[in-house]
C-alpha cells in the first residue's frame, strides 16, 4: 500500500510541471507586433497576470487568418478589418474585438530621387513613383501591410499587378526583409511605422511620406471559433482577448513606446475601429 501511495505521489510529481507548463495558448498575429517589440513588451505582462503563456506565430495576416482557419491557433490578433470581419463572417472567428491603431508610411532613399518627401498625399505619392519607374519593393506576401499597399495603388487609379517592367518587385516575405532589400537596392516601401522604428539597418532609408488618413493601421483580435476546432483552449483566449481590451491591457498598449515614440493609441470599446 505504502509502495502504491509513493508511486502515485511520483506520478502527481511528475505531472504538475507539466501541466502548469500547459497553461499556453497560441496567437497567430502579424509580423509587425513581434518585429517591433511590442508582444516583447506586453506578453509577460499578462503572464505575470495570469500565470498563461502566450506563444506567437508571427506571420503576414493572410497566413495568420489562414492558421486560425485550420483550428491551429486560439486567437488570432492582426490588421485587416475586411479579412477579419470575413473571417467571422465565414464562422472561423467568435467576434472581432478593436484593439490599437498605428499607421503606414512610405519610407524611401535619403536621396529622394522621385522628389516626394515631405508629402503627406500617399496617393500622389504613389503616383509620381509608377511615373517616374522609381524602384518600389513590395512585401507580396498577403499581411496587412501588403493589402493596405494594394489598396493605396488602387486608390492611385494603378493597376499594380500589371506592372511588368522591373520597376516594383514582390518578394513574398516578411517585413524586415523588405525593409532590408529597400535598403541594399535604394528603393521604395511600405512599411508599418513600428518596425521601421525598431529597424536596424536603415542605411540610407528614411521616411519620405507620411501624416495621410489613408495610412491609418487598425489591428483586431479575434477568438479562433471552438465549435469548429473543440482543441482550441477557448478560456485562456478569451482571457488574453479580455486583457487586451481591458482598461489595464489598453494602458500598456499604449505605454510602449519604440525610439522614444508612442508605437500604437488604444481602441478598444470604438464601435467604429
Do not use: C
Not at 495570469?50 to 497566413?63: M, S
Not at 467568435?94 to 530621387?113: A, C, E, H, T
Not at 493605396?152 to 518578394?171: F, H, P, Q, S
Not at 501624416?211 to 473543440?230: C, E
Amino acid at each position: 500500500m505504502i509502495r502504491r501511495w509513493l508511486l502515485a505521489l511520483a506520478i502527481l510529481a511528475f505531472a504538475a510541471p507539466a501541466m502548469a507548463q500547459d497553461k499556453s495558448i497560441v496567437v497567430a498575429s502579424t509580423t509587425s507586433t513581434e518585429d517591433s517589440g511590442l508582444f516583447g513588451y506586453l506578453l509577460p505582462l499578462f503572464k505575470a497576470k495570469t500565470g498563461i503563456t502566450v506563444r506567437v506565430v508571427a506571420l503576414g495576416t493572410g497566413q495568420a487568418l489562414d492558421v486560425g482557419r485550420r483550428g491551429d491557433a486560439d486567437v488570432v490578433f492582426v490588421h485587416a478589418k475586411p479579412e477579419e470581419e470575413k473571417f467571422v463572417a465565414e464562422g472561423f472567428g467568435i467576434k472581432r474585438y478593436p484593439v490599437m491603431y498605428n499607421d503606414f508610411v512610405l519610407v524611401g532613399p535619403k536621396s529622394d530621387p522621385a522628389g516626394i518627401k515631405g508629402s503627406k498625399d500617399i496617393v500622389a505619392a504613389l503616383k509620381v513613383l509608377k511615373d517616374k519607374q522609381q524602384p518600389f519593393i513590395s512585401r507580396g506576401d498577403r499581411s496587412g501591410t501588403h493589402l493596405a499597399e494594394l489598396r493605396l495603388w488602387r486608390d492611385a487609379g494603378i493597376d499594380i499587378a500589371n506592372e511588368k517592367t522591373g520597376w516594383y518587385k514582390a518578394i513574398g516575405q516578411g517585413m524586415g526583409a523588405a525593409l532590408n532589400t529597400a535598403s541594399a537596392a535604394d528603393s521604395y516601401v511600405l512599411a508599418d511605422r513600428g518596425t521601421w522604428l525598431s529597424f536596424k539597418n536603415k542605411g540610407e532609408l528614411a521616411i519620405v511620406v507620411e501624416g495621410d488618413k489613408r495610412l491609418f493601421n487598425q489591428y483586431g483580435v479575434m477568438l479562433v471559433n471552438p465549435a469548429r476546432h473543440p482543441s482550441v483552449k477557448k478560456d485562456w483566449g478569451q482571457q488574453f482577448i479580455d486583457w487586451l481590451v481591458s482598461r489595464n491591457g489598453q494602458r500598456d498598449i499604449a505605454a510602449y513606446t519604440t525610439e522614444k515614440q508612442q508605437l500604437s493609441d488604444p481602441t478598444a470599446g470604438d464601435p467604429a475601429a
